[in-house]
T-cell receptor, first 114, second 115 residues
Framework: DAGITQSPRYKITETGRQVTLMCHQTWSHSYMFWYRQDLGHGLRLIYYSAAADITDKGEVPDGYVVSRSKTENFPLTLESATRSQTSVYFC?????????????FGQGTRLTVV | AQTVTQSQPEMSVQEAETVTLSCTYD???????LFWYKQPPSRQMILVIR??????QNATENRFSVNFQKAAKSFSLKISDSQLGDTAMYFC????????????FGTGTRLKVLA
């Protein structure tokens, strides 16, 4: 299916465990993003990637790791989950040019750290 | 660094009425893009409307229009003839037009359309 998909949709994990959220897009978009959504904070950028093997920190990167070995995949890893990382996580992608400015979002992953 | 501020956490409007959501931003860039995204209860983020800063004409998309005031760094969204399906969280977003194309979002406004 064409589009951008996240997995899993829901995840419960324990404090201290490593967890990876997956993101896959079929458009070959250059840019990919990870945001977290929390009440009162809106969407905050965790990490983004301008192309394969190019990643950069966003506003709230601490405790997260990303990689982008292939253009279509952009996994987000919580190395040692904490309760403060309980959130809804969104992956997004875009063409990354001035003619195509729309960002397309996945359905989100609700992560609960207990 | 760019910032986006939405000062109205929640709003409500009667069906068929008009409502305006506010957004202000801060940037030193001369050209950039502004967006309004809608997030209904399904959680899916949907682009409502976009505006390029160098275009003076305000963008419109059917019942949705913006009031873009570049000097005031203001970008409000007007929804006319509100419908129950407009009930959602609305996010204002900023993107530079050069360099890295990352999106900076505001904290959102939760809009409820009342029957």
């Amino acid at each position: 299916d064409a589009g951008i998909t996240q997995s899993p949709r829901y995840k419960i994990t324990e404090t201290g465990r490593q967890v990876t959220l997956m993101c896959h897009q079929t458009w070959s978009h250059s840019y990919m993003f990870w945001y977290r959504q929390d009440l009162g904070h809106g969407l905050r950028l965790i990490y983004y990637s301008a192309a394969a093997d190019i990643t950069d920190k966003g506003e709230v990167p601490d405790g997260y790791v990303v990689s982008r070995s292939k253009t279509e995949n952009f996994p987000l890893t919580l190395e040692s989950a904490t309760r403060s990382q309980t959130s809804v996580y969104f992956c997004a992608s875009s063409e990354g040019d001035r003619l195509n400015t729309e960002a397309f979002f996945g359905q989100g992953t609700r992560l609960t750290v207990v | 660094a760019q910032t986006v501020t939405q000062s109205q956490p929640e709003m409500s409007v009667q069906e068929a009425e008009t409502v305006t959501l506010s957004c202000t931003y801060d940037t030193s860039e001369s050209n950039y893009y502004l967006f309004w995204y809608k997030q209904p209860p399904s959680r899916q983020m949907i682009l409502v409307i976009r505006q390029e800063a160098y275009k003076q004409q305000n963008a419109t998309e059917n019942r949705f229009s913006v009031n873009f005031q570049k000097a005031a760094k203001s970008f409000s969204l007007k929804i006319s003839d509100s419908q129950l399906g407009d009930t959602a969280m609305y996010f204002c977003a900023f993107m530079r037009s050069s360099g890295t194309y990352k999106y900076i979002f505001g904290t959102g406004t939760r809009l409820k359309v009342l029957a």
